[in-house]
């Protein structure tokens, strides 16, 4: 008895979906493209030249995904932004060690390929990359029958960067007496997403029309900030000393990781104000100051130490660029492993 034959699209594999989102990536690609791209979407594999004007070149990498904020996206259907998230997750870490971004690489997994949802997706991953200046080179789309639910994907990120050795942040030349500048954030970035969803569940139909002048999943969604821009320009005139990206683990497990041994940080609470959608997940989740700056960034992005009679020219020159600059804390001498402390 004849069996119909097994074909991989009959296994849920659709070769031709793949191809006519590659067609949709290739445009969006070719608006990141800069200097250095040798062979970029289409290839093998991506090829990029090492900037001929450093003298001593070091590459930083970095990678990272979006985390639960997907489960949202899936919900809400809201696909524009996640891959502005899946960039900045990237190079924003990148950034912190003086690296300029170079190119971006994606990989979109899921179980059965919608060219409509990933075209978005891979449109905000091209917006990222674009205002980061980085270009995006390549990626892998795997559309995996059974491994996904549908209608739900995943995403992560690839990034590479360049920096002078010379001028590698390492803050290795932080001491006591500097002063910490915060960047604000444009909410809850990538981070701390099973909690904001515990959240909405626990608020219900009781959570706030809208947050900060914006819809409450608007607001809930924005996507990560871009920093790159803004804080290479900083560092070409100002002496940063130090920078930290404010992700998983919040003000108080990031910051430590660029402080030399002996020294904390003392934030002032105080220094930058609370926004209505940090206020709204505190009060909803029930928690205290200290969760609050281990769990979220609180309303700080982006974090750097620079010394005490540059803070006020650091400060106006972020708030030059567009960038909203707050003076939150300094650095202090500390018995204990890179403390910071967190005064209301």
């Known amino acids: 008895m004849s069996q119909t034959p097994l074909t991989y699209k009959s296994a849920g594999v659709d070769i031709e979906a793949g191809d006519a989102l590659v067609e949709r990536i290739k445009p969006l690609a070719k608006k990141t493209m800069r200097a250095g791209v040798m062979a970029g979407i289409g290839g093998f594999g991506a090829m990029f030249e090492v ?23 899936f919900e809400w259907q809201m696909h524009d932004t996640v891959g ?34 990933a075209a978005t997706v891979v449109k905000g991953i091209a917006e990222g990359c674009e205002a980061s200046g980085c270009a995006l080179i390549g990626g892998e789309t795997a559309e995996m ?5 549908d209608g739900e994907y995943d995403l992560a990120g690839f990034a ?26 444009n909410g809850v970035h990538s981070n701390g997403f099973s909690l904001v969803r515990q959240c909405i569940k626990r608020a219900g139909d009781q959570c706030p029309t809208t947050l900060d002048g914006q819809p409450f999943k608007t607001a809930l969604m924005a996507p990560t900030r871009l920093y790159v821009k803004s804080v290479l ?22 910051i430590p990781r660029v402080l030399p041994a002996g020294l ?52 106006d020159a972020f708030n030059a660029m567009g960038e909203t600059a707050y003076r939150i804390g300094e650095v202090v001498s500390t018995d204990r492993s890179a403390a910071v402390v967190v005064e209301v």
């Open 51 to 73: 900037p001929k004007h450093y003298k001593e070149p070091v590459l930083v990498s970095g990678t990272d995904g979006v985390g639960t904020k997907l489960k949202l996206a």
């Open 233 to 254: 320009a900083a560092l070409k005139t100002h002496p940063i000393k130090a920078l930290a990206h404010i992700t998983g683990g919040g003000l108080t497990e990031n």
């Open 160 to 185: 590479v960067g360049v920096v002078e050795k010379s001028k590698i942040l390492s803050g290795e030349n932080v001491q006591a007496g500097d002063v910490v500048i915060g960047l604000a954030s």
């Open 264 to 315: 904390g940080v003392n934030l002032q609470r105080s220094a930058w104000p609370q926004t209505e959608l940090f206020a709204w997940l505190q009060q909803t989740a029930g928690i205290d100051e200290v969760e609050m700056n281990r769990t979220f960034n609180n309303g700080i992005g982006m974090v750097a130490i620079v010394p005490r009679d540059a803070a006020q020219a650091v400060q």
């Open 84 to 117: 502005i998230d899946l960039v900045g997750m990237s190079v924003n870490d990148i950034l912190v060690q003086g690296a300029e971004p170079l190119f971006f690489l994606d990989y979109f997994a899921c179980g059965k390929l919608d060219v409509e949802t």
């Open 145 to 149: 029958p059974g491994m996904y639910p």
